[in-house]
């Protein structure tokens, strides 16, 4: 919207996301926060609770390329990045795979190969794509939204470390509550369809060129020496602590500042507060750290040990 500032669009997209993806306030906060730092968003969930729709919605609302790609046993990397095909001059050309879109919808993308993983990896560092030697460059907007179930599934595979911490945040898209839930079927009984996005009733907030913009305006908000002493603390923490088998690495560090930052914007301010980092650093961390093995049997959660070691950490005062 003309005049709009950065945080009044970046509200407009939340309320957007709300109102088609019911009873996942956290999860559509924590996504957009993602997009706004330039980040990669793996978003877990089991099956059936709107984690693609939430990824659709959020296309719409910027306006921008969305494309899904189904991850499977038998994906090849090919598959992903596109291949070089002979042509009748006996030239080859590029033709390029679902990955050269703006809002890439990575599903179930631990039940592909390695191999299929790598390929998404260096996209997702580079935000290029090599076939052949050649580097074709991805979009500006480039950004992979995987999602994965929990790895109790059948036929899943845990992601390997350097992979999960390619991810600025994992974002858990849980069960809505009984009221939502209700509000879903209503909406269904009213005509929405999931797979028909034109009944979502979404008008674009903004487009390619606007969140630009909200990324520049997130790089534009200010992190005083103390909140980086602070997220520098948290990070390390992590590696001393006993509960803790892996703790974060410095790459952590630089997604929880550049989140703390996206959520300062959405918040309508233009400084980090200590509030930002310690509300997101679970999100950004859970992923990033192992719990001990005979914790985890006890049934300590990351979210568990990590909410103990923050809160053992002095937060700064203004």
Request: proline share 6%.
């Amino acid at each position: 919207m003309e005049g709009a500032s950065p945080a009044d669009d970046a509200r407009r997209i939340v309320e957007t996301l709300r109102r088609v993806v019911l009873g996942q306030e956290a999860a559509t906060r924590e996504t957009l926060i993602c997009l706004l730092g330039r980040g990669h968003v793996l978003l877990e969930g089991v099956p059936g609770t709107a984690k693609t729709l939430l990824v659709r919605t959020l296309a719409l609302a910027l306006d921008v390329k969305f494309q899904r790609i189904q991850f499977t046993p038998d994906l090849m990397p090919a598959d992903i990045t596109g291949v070089s095909m002979l042509t009748g001059s006996h030239d080859f050309t590029f033709r390029p795979g679902p990955i050269f879109a703006d809002l890439v919808l990575a599903d179930e993308i631990n039940r592909a190969p390695a191999k299929t993983q790598a390929a998404l990896l260096e996209a997702m560092q580079e935000r290029t794509v090599t076939v052949d030697g050649v580097g074709y460059p991805l979009s500006t907007t480039f950004t992979v939204f995987a999602t994965q179930n929990p790895v109790e599934f059948e036929g899943t595979y845990p992601l390997p470390e350097a992979e999960l911490d390619r991810f600025m945040m994992k974002v858990l898209v849980g069960y809505p509550d009984a009221t939502h839930e209700q509000g879903i079927l209503a909406r269904t009984v009213a005509g929405f369809e999931a797979d028909r996005p034109e009944t979502y009733g979404v008008d674009a907030v903004t487009d390619a060129a606007g969140l630009a913009r909200l990324r520049a305006a997130v790089e534009a908000v200010r992190a005083e020496p103390q909140i980086t002493a602070y997220i520098t603390a948290v990070v390390r923490a992590t590696r001393e602590a006993a509960s803790l088998t892996l703790g974060a690495s410095p790459r952590a560090g630089v997604a929880l500042l550049k989140a703390a930052r996206a959520a300062a914007l959405v918040e309508g301010r233009d400084y980090v507060i200590p509030d930002d980092v310690k509300g997101l650093a679970a999100a950004v961390l859970r992923h990033r750290v192992n719990v001990a093995p005979e914790l985890e049997l006890e049934g300590v959660t990351p979210d568990v040990a990590l909410k103990s070691v923050l809160d053992r950490i002095e937060v700064p005062t203004a």
